[in-house]
């Protein structure tokens, strides 16, 4: 029912902030795009510019083809749904769903029907004598979500509006916001921080940070090949383990990396060692999913890293072992938070990410207060050793739910060297030129 282009798009403050910086993206009719990123870096600045709320510094927003930055909001077809979420507490449900339409001059009988079957299908059809003040959080949030809808827009758009519920709740609206807005045919801008709520719920996600858009794919193309080192950070859990390695070139033969005092090879028959060889004697970042170690018997040869257990984590389907195989992990800042994706941390709640990693892992962070700077076109992850964010490696592996092992016995893992993922100094992926 409409598309929105975003071209070039900047938006600086008054004050001088730049919440966006140069952002092109486009939205396809019926699609559902999900912005996601930490705190402050710009979602819903976005989002309030495909509104008409605020205006592009420079660049174009186009709806439905037609350049749109100075079209007021009530002429966009468009539906928003916040995070806060006010509905008339004077009103029922009823007239509270009913309200937009009644606004629009629409008569009584169509209303009632257009009301009942927004309700119906949101489940709250036996809820719309009451009160906003007598239902659950959920129910209110169906509530808003169906006066939103109730005008049948061209175009919706979320603010992390599920953030405020308990997360059994969260999960349930998940699946029903996303097959409702299918089921409508309804084109979506999604905002969250949350990770998973982005990869469950989008046909394409789009990753940003600090105004930048970083990389933009279905949720198989990000989590599986991360245009950059920030975004296979972000996506994921447990996180994906980043680790520090050097590169050397044995022509002709293999390219080692160097991981403290372990090494992989990669064999120069594999494609992907040319690219890496580019960096012989440099520092590139490693990156390997849980997914791609897997326990091995400890005489077993080949791909493996060996380490000893520095703790275990028990979540019921599955354990993970974290262990330490003297290596150095490469810490990306402002991706932050728990592991469950939970509260994201403001720029300026950087400082606080070693105290959350202690909480969270029991231990200091080395370099507490030093922070990886990878966002700019000349910072270097890895060679300033005033703004990058290092500490020992804790590989994380999955285990079965109860495993034999415990925190200090040795374990061995093997890589799947298939599954790695490579990152220059600034953080880029080092593309190496398959799928
Ligand atoms: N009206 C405003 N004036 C000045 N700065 C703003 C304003 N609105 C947002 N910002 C700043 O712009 C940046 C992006 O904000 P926002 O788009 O709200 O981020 P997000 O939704 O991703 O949390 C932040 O640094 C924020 O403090
Ligand atoms: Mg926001």
């Not at 009942?116 to 129910?139: E, H, N, T």
């Not at 105004?211 to 991360?226: E, H, I, K, S």
């Amino acid at each position: 029912m409409t598309t929105v282009a975003l071209k070039d798009v900047i938006k600086v403050f008054r004050d001088g902030t730049v919440a966006v910086d140069t952002i092109n993206l486009e939205v396809n009719d019926g699609e559902f795009m999900v912005l996601l990123g930490p705190s402050g870096c710009g979602k819903s600045t976005v989002l309030r510019m495909i509104a008409g709320l605020e205006e592009p510094t420079s660049g174009a927003v186009m709806l439905d083809g037609e350049w749109a930055n100075e079209l007021p909001p009530r002429e966009r077809r468009i539906a928003m749904v916040f995070q806060d979420f006010a509905l008339y507490p004077h009103m029922s449900v009823n007239d509270n769903i009913a309200f937009p339409l009644k606004l629009a001059g629409v008569e009584p009988t169509p209303r009632g029907e257009r009301v009942g079957d927004v309700a119906s299908a949101l489940g709250i059809g036996d809820v719309l004598a009451r009160r906003p003040s007598q239902l659950s959080g959920g129910q209110r949030q169906r509530v808003a979500m169906g006066r939103a809808i109730v005008r049948r827009p061209g175009l919706f758009l979320m603010d992390e509006p599920l953030s405020n519920l308990d997360s059994g709740l969260r999960a349930e609206l998940r699946a029903e916001i996303s097959g409702l807005t299918r089921e409508l045919g309804v084109t979506t801008v999604y905002v969250t921080h949350d990770q998973a709520e982005a990869l469950t719920m989008a046909d394409r996600v789009a990753i940003m940070r600090k105004g930048v858009l970083q990389d933009v794919g279905t949720p198989t193309q990000v989590y599986g090949r991360p245009a950059t080192l920030y975004v296979a950070a972000f996506l994921g859990s447990p996180r994906m383990n980043l680790l520090e390695a050097s590169v050397y070139v044995h022509l002709d033969r293999y390219v080692t990396l160097t991981l403290g005092e372990q090494a992989l090879y990669l064999p120069w028959n594999d494609i992907r060692s040319r690219a890496v060889a580019h960096y012989h004697g440099e520092r590139i970042v490693v990156g390997m999913r849980a997914e791609a170690l897997t326990p091995v018997a400890p005489d077993t040869s080949g791909d493996v890293l060996r380490g000893r257990i520095r703790y275990l984590e028990h979540h019921g389907h599955e354990s993970l072992a974290f262990l330490d195989i003297g290596a150095s992990a490469i810490v990306v800042d402002e991706v932050g938070g728990p592991i469950d994706g939970d509260t994201p941390l403001g720029q300026r709640g950087l400082r606080r990410f070693g105290q959350m990693m202690q909480r969270f892992t029991g231990r200091v962070a080395v370099e507490q207060g030093e922070h990886a700077s990878i966002g700019g076109t000349n910072t270097s992850v890895l060679n300033d050793p005033g703004r990058h964010h290092r500490r020992p490696a804790e590989l994380a592996v999955r285990l079965a739910p109860y495993p034999a092992v415990s925190t200090g016995h040795p374990l061995s893992v093997k890589v799947r060297m298939d599954a790695l993922h490579f990152f220059d100094d600034r953080g880029d992926r080092i593309d190496v030129g398959w799928r």
